[in-house]
């Protein structure tokens, strides 16, 4: 049966239902998503927006976006900040040298190979290096609606936790939801996701007595909750 180990399909619509609900009362976004409504879904903006946030929380780089995009919306303007500068702006986030590096050579091969235009295919997508499978999805369904499955680690730990599925990376878990969920449906996992283990299935002790969709989880794994 593959990573999937049971199929309770039946349960997913009210899972995405319950948590729509539950999240809009709570006027809970995710960053990429706040920063596609705001710069009215700017590919590049996305992009580098997914860049700057792996491994580092929300909260630090909203602010060093917002300063950013206020000196580069476009790759060739990016390439036109001096690195010590684009260091310096970025410097409060963790990695910041390493991300400066990436920054710049996706920008110089967005303008080298793509035009100056991000590109919209998987493929293209993942042949930027320092684009992944997780940011190329995000940018394919935030900027150009694509139906693509995002799995970050909220993604992969809660739907784990839930019973739905049985996997080990983020890789199956994509696999493994893209049997489970419609194709209309796979955009929409990843900010519902994030933003309900951002601020209730937490890495460590959910607040289980406040989850809307506790009727379909399995809470396996969970040592502690709330
Ligand atoms: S019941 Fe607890 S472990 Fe399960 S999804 Fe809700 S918050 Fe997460």
Request: proline share 6%.
């Amino acid at each position: 049966m593959g990573p999937l180990v049971e199929t309770k399909k039946e349960d997913t619509q009210r899972i995405l239902k319950n948590l729509k609900v539950y999240l809009g009362k709570k006027k809970s976004s995710p960053m990429v998503f706040s920063f596609a409504k705001f710069f009215s879904k700017n590919p590049f903006i996305i992009l580098v927006s997914c860049l700057l946030s792996l491994r580092s929380k929300d909260v630090m780089t909203i602010p060093v976006c917002m300063k950013l995009f206020d000196l580069a919306k476009t790759p060739k303007e990016l390439l036109n900040i001096p690195v010590d500068q684009l260091e310096e702006v970025i410097r409060p986030i963790g990695f910041f040298r390493k991300k400066a590096i990436v920054l710049k050579s996706v920008s110089a091969q967005i303008v080298d190979e793509f035009g100056g235009k991000v590109p919209r295919t998987e493929e293209e997508l993942l042949s930027i290096g320092g684009v992944g499978r997780k940011t190329a999805n995000l940018v394919l369904s935030v900027a150009f609606d694509i139906p693509a499955i995002c799995v970050d680690v909220h993604v992969h730990r809660i739907f784990n936790r839930l019973g739905l599925i049985k996997t080990k990376t983020p890789g199956q878990t994509e696999v493994a939801l893209a049997k489970l969920f419609p194709k209309k449906k796979w955009s929409e996992i990843n900010e519902l996701f994030v933003a309900f283990g951002q601020n209730v299935c937490t890495p460590t002790s959910p607040i289980c007595s406040d989850c809307p969709i506790r009727f379909a989880c399995e809470q396996r794994g969970v040592a502690r909750r709330r």
